[in-house]
């Protein structure tokens, strides 16, 4: 459930930049995984991809130290409520 002090602009606009973080992210995972496998190094499955994505994300989130009443402060409740 959301905080009642996020509106819907804010909601809207942690949304546009969860979804460019996660595109981004995805990209450098994959691109990672390609040169894995190109090198003959072990390859990962699909859901220890997505675990690692996730955990990049998290990551960077926590790594970012946002208060709440920043423009981007509600950004790791609002992943956690996309991926929970």
């Known amino acids: 459930m959301d905080h009642p ?5 804010q909601t809207h606009r942690l949304d546009c930049y969860l979804a460019k973080m996660l595109f981004q992210t ?8 390609k040169n894995a496998r190109r090198h003959h190094q072990v390859w990962i499955t699909t859901e ?3 675990k ?3 955990r ?3 990551n960077r989130h ?3 130290w946002y208060k709440f009443d920043h ?3 509600g950004l790791m409740q609002r992943w956690m ?3 929970i």
Not at 5 to 9: G, N, R
Not at 26 to 33: A, G, K
């Open 48 to 50: 220890q991809m997505k």
């Open 52 to 54: 690692r994505i996730d």
């Open 5 to 9: 002090a996020i509106t819907a602009q």
């Open 26 to 33: 995805t990209i450098y995972h994959l691109w990672r995984e």
């Open 71 to 73: 423009k981007l402060g």
């Open 62 to 64: 926590l790594s970012l």
């Open 81 to 83: 409520h996309h991926t």
């Open 56 to 58: 990049a994300i998290r």
